[in-house]
């Protein structure tokens, strides 16, 4: 069965700075990897996704992720934070079926 | 990109009643349609999944009798938590697919705050 790890709940960077999100996987098949955005009281966005191909995968707001299957992880990464990206991240897996199990999700603060 | 909504956004109701969530599809059909429960806080936990014309397939722990799902056409799927409970309240979340399995995109849709006084 598959399972999602986010380390760390809350993570808190500075405006312009790198922000470095963790995740890592557990899967029995080739997993689908996804990372989700959540603002405060609304539904889940997608922000990028991995399914075969290239590990690096860039996704919306200039945010990318790379898969790394030797480490299983999937982390999730931007070069510049911006005070817009303040919200709560999840990272989820599929596993050859429909079903999305998602992380504990991580709530990004950006300080000013 | 792809569009689903959910009504009513936010629902107060009495201990005992009722309560009926719509997730819509506006501009694709869903063949599959997914409801989350989101605690504060906390992650989404999968419900049940509900294909166009046939009976939803529960999570292990979610009572099917409890948390009605009805997928009755390729846009719609409703939700209805019957004599809901103060332990009821929660976020759910729909979300939709257009394929018919095999890890296709799902589209989220904004949520339903549920409070049961």
């Known amino acids: 069965a598959q399972s999602v790890t986010q380390l760390g709940s809350h993570v808190s960077v500075s405006e312009g700075a790198l922000v470095l999100l963790r995740c890592n996987y557990s899967?029995?098949?080739?997993?689908?990897l996804f990372w989700y955005v959540q603002y405060p009281n609304q539904g889940l966005q997608l922000l990028l996704k991995?399914?075969?191909?290239?590990?690096l995968v860039k996704g919306i707001n200039g945010f990318e992720a790379e898969f790394k299957k030797s480490e299983t992880s999937f982390h999730l990464t931007k070069p510049s934070a911006h005070m817009s990206d303040a919200a709560e991240y999840f990272c989820?897996?599929?596993?050859?079926?429909?079903?999305?199990?998602f992380g504990k999700g991580t709530r990004l603060h950006i300080l000013p | 990109g792809a569009v689903v909504s959910q009504h009513p956004s936010r629902v107060i109701c009495k201990s005992g009643t009722s309560v009926k969530i719509e997730c819509r599809s506006l501009?694709?059909?869903?063949?599959?349609m997914f409801w989350y429960r989101q605690f504060p806080k906390q992650s989404l936990m999968l419900m049940a999944t509900?294909?166009?014309?046939?009976?939803?397939?529960?999570e292990q722990g979610v009572e099917k009798d409890k948390f009605l799902i009805n997928h009755a056409s390729l846009t719609l799927s409703t939700l209805t938590v019957t004599s809901a409970h103060p332990e009821d309240s929660s976020f759910y979340i729909c979300?939709?697919?257009?394929?018919?399995?095999?890890?296709?995109?799902?589209?989220f849709g904004p949520g339903t705050r549920l409070t049961v006084l």
């Open positions: 979300s939709a697919s257009a394929g018919t399995g095999n890890r296709d995109t799902q589209y």
């Open positions: 899967s029995s098949v080739p997993p689908y």
């Open positions: 991995y399914t075969t191909g290239a590990t």
């Open positions: 989820a897996v599929s596993e050859g079926d429909d079903k999305i199990i």
């Open positions: 501009d694709f059909q869903a063949t599959t």
């Open positions: 509900s294909n166009e014309g046939s009976k939803a397939t529960y």
